[in-house]
């Protein structure tokens, strides 16, 4: 039963390396004294920076030009967590380049168009930068400003794994 396990495994990885990937996830955890939200405005006057902490699931369709962020764990700033004040998992991605997938949400209200959310997401090396600005509440006049600037890394137990698979690869078909 054993082999059989890593027999399905390797079939697996193999047909993984001989066929490029048109969907990719990968979880991504904020390198907290590299990630901030800065606030203007709103109940503390301003600005307040605040440190991010936690991680994102993030799928990328190449083919398909289009990415995703998915199940969004960060820490709260105010009472609300970034993925809520950012609407990160409410954004529709579009890979600009290799390089960059802009997260754009546009106001359903013409007359506010500040409501309308941008967050860029740029690759460099082994990490992955965001930024954005938007108001929270989305459609409130007097809400306050939110500056996302943070950098993460794909989490420690994905690299693991891509590197066990690579050894299975390696040791089994080579």
């Known amino acids: 039963m054993k082999r059989t396990i890593l027999m399905a495994l390797v079939l697996a ?4 390396a001989t066929a490029p990937a048109a969907i990719v996830t990968t979880t991504y955890e904020f390198i907290p004294d ?16 605040f440190y991010v902490e936690g991680q994102f699931q993030l799928t990328v369709d190449y083919d398909a030009g289009s990415a995703s962020f998915d199940q969004v ?18 954004l529709d991605g579009t ?14 209200d013409p007359s506010w168009p500040y ?15 965001l930024t954005s600005i938007t108001y929270y509440p989305r459609y409130a006049p007097d809400a306050p400003a939110y ?12 690299i693991l794994l891509f590197g066990l698979g690579g050894l299975v690869l390696r040791k089994h078909v080579f």
């Open 95 to 108: 890979v600009v380049s290799d390089s960059r997938i802009d997260f754009l949400s546009e106001s359903a």
């Open 13 to 16: 990885l193999v047909g993984c």
């Open 115 to 129: 409501a309308n959310i941008l967050l860029e997401l740029t690759f460099r090396d082994d990490s992955v930068h």
């Open 34 to 49: 590299q990630s901030t939200v800065v606030v203007y405005g709103g109940w503390g006057g301003g600005p307040s920076t």
């Open 73 to 90: 764990n960060t820490n709260d700033i105010w009472g609300d967590s970034v993925a809520d004040i950012f609407y990160m998992t409410e």
């Open 147 to 158: 500056v996302l600037d943070a950098t993460a890394v794909p989490e420690p137990m994905t």
